[in-house]
């Protein structure tokens, strides 16, 4: 029995890594688990696109602070987290307009540069993407993307410099929350500990004690693939398409230099975690036949490669805060295929709620 932990942070990918480390530098004694033990994670497959702007004004307020963390800084963090600055561009619909009004004015009032292009803009300005569909597109230029692996890696260091410990025991099998503690059961192990932080993607489900789960069957995982394209000296930025779902990048350096990196959501739901590194001829076709439409040259561009992964669905949203019932609980997860760049800030959101939890003031931030 392992006693005395202020919080154990089950789960190894980006939001878990991110709060041990801000836990851990807060003085709190805590105990990490493995990276792998509870299967592959969705940061290790993640594409990395980062950008301030989402849909949705909750989604918005974890961008524009993700911003002022990191992905607007000139920091070592954000070295070290692979950032690469392309310029980011969310295409939109016609029913989006409205909604992107407000959304560049909140990303402006948090120090964002952001600004909205029509369609004749856009065309001039970024003349390898077809408008069909579209009326307009929000500009980023501090937008790009990272290296997710990367980032989880060094907020694990963080973590395990300030004092972090590992969880003996490989998974988590249970949580047994009660009044003053939470019952930690791993595959070999038991730990008890003031207050459990679950951040295990696409394993928090089966982690949530069933009579207080709050996600009424609306969790759901989902497979999510891209390929890489050869893009043949293309300058080209970072876009998420609100009209047609598909997302792509540019690759600057490392095995698929030169690429552009584009990923079609996939229909496959409630599958369990795993990953690729490479996918089979009918997914990447399946992804170019969605792609091209938007970004004509594809056509005949070659393939270069592939990845895929699974991340967690939440119908309403992502689950981040006490978990009603039992409020040494506190989840981070759900993130819909978009949590890697909001991360630092839902990490952020999670510390400060296991650090209430202890009783200790929280550091700071919203
Ligand atoms: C293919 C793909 C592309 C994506 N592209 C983007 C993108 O471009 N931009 C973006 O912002 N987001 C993107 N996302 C989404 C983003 O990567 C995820 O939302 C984010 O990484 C989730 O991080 P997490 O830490 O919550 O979960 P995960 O990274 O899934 O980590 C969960 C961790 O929990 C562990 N675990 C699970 N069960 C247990 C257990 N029982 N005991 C102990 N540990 C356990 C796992 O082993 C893992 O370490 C993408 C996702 C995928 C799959």
Not at 201 to 213: F, I, R, Y
Not at 336 to 342: E, L
Request: one cysteine or more.
């Amino acid at each position: 029995m392992v006693r005395d932990l202020d919080a154990v942070v089950v789960g190894g990918g980006a939001v878990g890594s991110a709060v041990a480390a801000l836990l851990a530098t807060a003085g709190v004694r805590v105990a990490i688990t493995d990276p792998e033990v509870g299967g592959p994670s969705a940061t290790r497959y993640s594409g990395g696109l980062v950008r301030s702007y989402e849909p949705t004004s909750a989604a918005r307020v974890l961008g524009v602070r993700s911003h002022q963390l990191l992905w607007g800084t000139e920091s070592e963090e954000r070295r070290s987290a692979g950032f690469r600055r392309t310029g980011s561009l969310t295409l939109l619909g016609p029913d989006r307009l409205a909604e992107a009004a407000a959304g560049i004015a909140e990303l402006q009032s948090g120090g964002i540069a952001a600004r909205l292009l029509d369609v004749g803009q856009l065309r001039t300005e970024h003349p390898g993407i077809a408008t069909t569909g579209l009326a307009g597109a929000i500009w980023e230029p501090g937008g790009g993307y990272a290296d997710p692996g990367s980032f989880a890696a060094m907020k694990r260091r963080t973590a395990l410099e300030n004092g972090a410990v590992k969880l003996p025991g490989g998974a988590v099998r249970r949580l047994v929350p009660g009044p003053s503690d939470v019952v930690v059961h791993t595959s070999t192990a038991t730990a008890t500990s003031s207050v459990v932080v679950l951040a295990a993607g696409a394993g928090t489900p089966a982690l949530l004690p069933a009579a207080l789960s709050p996600s009424g069957g609306t969790l759901r995982t989902k497979a999510i693939r891209y390929a890489f394209f050869d893009r043949a000296g293309r300058c080209v930025p970072t876009v998420s398409d609100l009209v047609t779902g598909m997302w792509g990048r540019p690759q600057l350096d490392g095995v698929f230099e030169g690429g552009f990196l584009t990923g079609r959501p996939g229909r496959e739901w409630d599958v369990p975690p795993r990953g690729a590194d490479e996918l089979v001829e009918a997914h990447i076709t399946f992804i170019r036949e969605g792609a091209r439409e938007r970004w004509p040259w594809l056509e005949g561009a070659a393939a270069l490669g592939g990845r895929m992964g699974v991340d967690l669905y939440g119908a309403h949203g992502p689950i981040l805060g006490p978990l009603p019932g039992a409020p040494r609980v506190v989840v981070a997860a759900g993130w819909s295929g978009a949590g890697f760049k909001t991360a630092p800030a839902a990490a952020e959101r999670a510390a400060n709620a296991a650090l209430a939890a202890l009783g200790s003031s929280a550091p700071g931030g919203p």
